[in-house]
T-cell receptor, first 112, second 112 residues
Framework: GQQLNQSPQSMFIQEGEDVSMNCTSS?????WLWYKQDPGEGPVLLIA?????ELTSNGRLTAQFGITRKDSFLNISASIPSDVGIYFC????????????FGGGTRLMVKP | DSGVTQTPKHLITATGQRVTLRCSPR?????VYWYQQSLDQGLQFLIQ???????AKGNILERFSAQQFPDLHSELNLSSLELGDSALYFC???????????FGEGSRLTVL
């Protein structure tokens, strides 16, 4: 089946630093999604990408859909303590209802 | 608030027992997905329903079953519970013609 490799698995950074994480796949996807999960909560959608090469921003977050359709990255600029959480990438082949495949998550810790 | 409602939020039970987790999708959404998240793990896809019919199956154990009712709410039944079934169980719904999943806050199951 499809596999998503998400890296790094965890990051411990200083407040104010920029953060970068990425996902790679052995298969192509037509949709890439990035979610954030706070402890004990459900994942919340941050950014959705629908076109290869697409670069989308949401406040301090920027994500890109790789041109090969096999990868995506998420950048967070000027991190703040509330950025702490687990970030998941997810890929989907189409919008016909096929399940999303999730990466293993990147645990972000921010030191004030 | 994602609009996806899950109950109960917490559940503690003993090995060998059976529990039912309930999910109401966002208003207008026809698809319901169930995911399992064990401690510090990623999201494992269990099963998907679309308008009352099973659409896709993931790594769902035979001891687990689910259904989606005419009013579109869904129930996940977990039976002959084992210690390893302790996890967060998330339900998500998907808007029509989009690839985005919206997650509930999860049901935390503890099997003692």
């Amino acid at each position: 089946g499809q596999q998503l490799n998400q890296s790094p698995q965890s990051m411990f950074i200083q407040e104010g630093e920029d953060v970068s994480m990425n996902c790679t796949s052995s298969s192509i996807f037509n949709t890439w999604l990035w979610y954030k999960q706070d402890p004990g909560e459900g994942p919340v959608l941050l950014i959705a990408l629908y076109k290869a090469g697409e670069l989308t921003s949401n406040g301090r977050l920027t994500a890109q859909f790789g041109i090969t359709r096999k990868d995506s990255f998420l950048n967070i600029s000027a991190s703040i303590p509330s950025d702490v959480g687990i970030y998941f990438c997810a890929g989907q082949l189409d919008n016909a209802g096929n399940m999303l495949t999730f990466g293993g998550g990147t645990r972000l810790m921010v030191k004030p | 608030d994602s609009g996806v409602t899950q109950t109960p939020k917490h559940l503690i039970t003993a090995t060998g027992q059976r529990v039912t987790l309930r999910c109401s999708p966002r208003s207008g959404d026809l698809s319901v997905y169930w995911y399992q998240q064990s401690l510090d793990q990623g999201l494992q896809f269990l099963i998907q329903y679309y308008n009352g019919e099973e659409r896709a199956k993931g790594n769902i154990l035979e001891r687990f079953s689910a259904q989606q009712f005419p009013d579109l709410h869904s129930e996940l039944n977990l039976s002959s519970l084992e210690l390893g079934d302790s996890a967060l169980y998330f339900c998500a719904s998907r808007g029509q013609n989009t690839g985005e999943l919206f997650f509930g806050e999860g049901s935390r199951l503890t099997v003692l």
